[in-house]
């Protein structure tokens, strides 16, 4: 069975991610599918806008496969993870400046690199069962695939509660906080799909389900405006409201690097809002993570021995300056492609 089902039906171009035993996670052999079908479909006239979905019931994308990423880690061999986050960050781009509409389908869970690929195209579908979220702090890696752009643009300090967190959106958050943009039923996913093949993308209007975080939006305005992370975690009081309740027990999971790293690059990230700063500020933090960050030690914790107990180096002063500095030479180059 292949990974990625490839094809042109009417006058759309198809990408279906097809991993549904891993949750449609993404190899690095899907992400240059994806690019090469994106890169063969854009001048072609026949093709008028491309979708992008996922099989089985339980995913669109889950993130990156990244089992490799942490035995090249244990190995001391950094290059395999920065080529990959290069090419990734690269499709990520195409996905978000491409010429043509691309509509995704973000059934079941959508988090990390299933980010990149589905909440920066042009038209956006969420159903019942959607549940988005950028938890990359929690294996000690900061939001990236553009995530950092998507939590910069999201209504007042939300992006920063959704990055330092981890927390999950349902349908009704995804669209408020400009992750997606229509609630459409799942029962009507196929019937929107066949119309799609016309060539011309007619959205059936729905009213999309509350949003908990708009509810919540003026509490966490007020806790996640401090300026360093230690702002935000003296912030709420002993006994706080049950939204900064529910913050604190999430980030207390977190890697104090990784969220201090992404607290910082959201910010920079808000005041030049392109995907282009963003993966480049994302990328410094990727680009060293392997031999500088927890992202080893939180893969092992989360995925490879499941014990949930991770150990976090102790956050010091100038850590997140030496994880967010401009990399010189090794600057990430959108137009480069990896051998």
Same mark, same amino acid.
């Given at each position: 069975?292949?990974?990625?089902?490839i094809r042109v039906t009417g006058h759309i171009g198809q990408?279906?991610?097809?991993?549904?035993?891993?949750?449609?996670?993404?190899?690095? @052999?899907?992400?240059?599918?994806?690019?090469?079908?994106?890169?063969?479909?854009?001048?072609?006239?026949?093709?008028?806008?491309?979708?992008?979905?996922?099989?089985?019931?339980?995913?669109?994308?889950?993130?990156?496969?990244? +089992?490799?990423?942490?035995?090249?880690?244990?190995?001391?061999?950094? +290059?395999?993870?920065?080529?990959?986050?290069? @090419?990734?960050?690269?499709?990520?781009?195409?996905?978000?400046?491409?010429?043509?509409?691309?509509?995704?389908?973000?059934?079941?869970?959508?988090?990390?690199?299933?980010?990149?690929?589905?909440?920066? +195209?042009?038209?956006?579908?969420?159903?019942?069962?959607?549940?988005?979220?950028?938890?990359?702090?929690?294996?000690?890696?900061?939001?990236?695939?553009?995530?950092?752009?998507?939590?910069?643009?999201?209504?007042?300090r939300l992006g920063e509660y959704l990055g330092l967190t981890? @927390?999950?959106?349902?349908?009704?958050?995804?669209?408020?906080?400009?992750?997606?943009?229509?609630?459409?039923?799942?029962?009507?996913?196929?019937?929107?799909?066949?119309?799609?093949?016309?060539?011309?993308?007619?959205?059936?209007?729905?009213?999309?389900?509350?949003?908990?975080?708009?509810?919540?939006?003026?509490?966490?305005?007020?806790?996640?405006?401090?300026?360093?992370? +230690?702002?935000?975690?003296?912030?709420?009081?002993?006994?706080?409201?049950?939204?900064?309740?529910?913050?604190?027990?999430?980030?207390?999971?977190?890697?104090?690097?990784?969220?201090?790293?992404?607290?910082?690059?959201?910010?920079?990230?808000?005041?030049?809002?392109?995907?282009?700063?963003?993966?480049?500020?994302?990328?410094?933090?990727?680009?060293?993570?392997?031999?500088?960050?927890?992202?080893?030690?939180?893969?092992?914790?989360?995925?490879?021995?499941?014990?949930?107990?991770?150990?976090?180096?102790?956050?010091?002063?100038g850590d997140v300056l030496r994880m967010t500095l401009p990399?010189?030479?090794?600057?990430?180059?959108?137009?480069?492609?990896?051998?």
């Amino acid at each position: 069975m292949t990974d990625l089902l490839i094809r042109v039906t009417g006058h759309i171009g198809q990408i279906t991610l097809n991993r549904p035993d891993a949750l449609n996670a993404l190899t690095w @052999d899907m992400l240059r599918g994806i690019e090469t079908a994106l890169d063969d479909w854009r001048d072609d006239p026949a093709v008028a806008l491309v979708t992008i979905d996922g099989s089985g019931d339980r995913a669109f994308c889950s993130g990156g496969d990244i +089992a490799e990423m942490y035995a090249s880690g244990l190995r001391g061999d950094p +290059a395999f993870s920065q080529a990959f986050w290069r @090419d990734e960050y690269r499709l990520n781009a195409k996905v978000a400046t491409y010429p043509k509409p691309i509509v995704t389908f973000l059934h079941g869970f959508t988090m990390g690199g299933g980010v990149g690929i589905g909440c920066h +195209a042009s038209h956006r579908i969420v159903g019942e069962t959607s549940v988005v979220a950028m938890p990359e702090c929690g294996i000690g890696l900061i939001p990236d695939v553009g995530g950092s752009l998507l939590l910069a643009q999201a209504p007042g300090r939300l992006g920063e509660y959704l990055g330092l967190t981890g @927390d999950r959106m349902d349908a009704g958050d995804a669209i408020f906080c400009g992750f997606a943009d229509h609630f459409v039923p799942e029962a009507d996913w196929p019937a929107l799909k066949q119309n799609l093949t016309t060539g011309e993308i007619v959205v059936p209007t729905h009213a999309a389900p509350a949003a908990r975080l708009a509810d919540w939006q003026p509490l966490i305005d007020t806790h996640f405006s401090g300026d360093r992370l +230690a702002d935000i975690l003296n912030g709420p009081p002993a006994d706080p409201a049950p939204p900064l309740a529910h913050a604190k027990k999430l980030i207390a999971r977190n890697s104090p690097l990784a969220m201090s790293a992404a607290l910082e690059i959201i910010r920079r990230v808000r005041m030049r809002p392109t995907i282009q700063n963003a993966l480049e500020h994302e990328y410094r933090f990727t680009h060293r993570a392997i031999e500088h960050s927890d992202f080893i030690e939180g893969i092992r914790a989360a995925i490879i021995d499941k014990d949930r107990a991770p150990k976090w180096r102790p956050l010091r002063g100038g850590d997140v300056l030496r994880m967010t500095l401009p990399l010189g030479p090794d600057t990430l180059d959108l137009t480069k492609e990896i051998a």
